[in-house]
């Protein structure tokens, strides 16, 4: 016997491993960007893998995984989705957190610039419209502009 062909028969009976192992790697990065994109492919990787195991060619193994991963992609992917918004809020973080909160105004606020505090700091503010805003003023985020707080009158 060849030694070509003895390690290519090594690698062939492995093949399992090579879509097991896939899927493993597209698992563990499913956990680091968390949009269900690459656990479904992750899911393609194991039909091929089980595609494999029933003995099918490798252009077989390949297209069963592909088309398993698109038809996760289109059905369960939406459905998981859909359930996961409907169970947990979606809690807006960071500057988008602070849009719709009221502040006190410090400094003047135009157009042009001012100073309000905003959850306990102080921001740069400026207003939407050409009206002042006096030093004491309670106003309302409108937007966050950068690092700027667009501000107006609280209602």
């Known amino acids: 016997m060849q030694p070509a062909a003895r390690s290519t028969k090594g690698v062939a009976r492995m093949g399992w491993l090579w879509w097991v192992g896939g899927a493993l790697v597209l698992g563990i990065l499913e956990m680091l960007s968390l949009d269900l994109v690459l ?7 194991l039909a091929g893998a089980a595609a494999y195991g029933l003995g099918a060619p490798v252009w077989v193994q390949i297209v069963v995984a592909c088309v398993v991963a698109v038809i ?15 169970r947990i809020p979606l809690e807006e973080t960071n500057a988008a957190a602070l849009v719709g909160r009221d502040a006190v105004v410090l400094s003047t606020v135009t157009l042009e610039g001012g100073r309000v505090k905003l959850a306990g700091e102080v921001w740069t503010a400026r207003t939407e419209t050409s009206e002042a805003l006096a030093p004491g003023v309670q106003v309302r985020v409108a937007r966050i502009d950068g690092a700027t707080a667009v501000v107006g009158p609280a209602a």
């Open 39 to 45: 656990i479904m492919l992750a899911g393609g990787a």
């Open 72 to 86: 996760l992609l289109a059905t369960l992917r939406p459905w998981l989705l859909r359930h996961l918004k409907s």
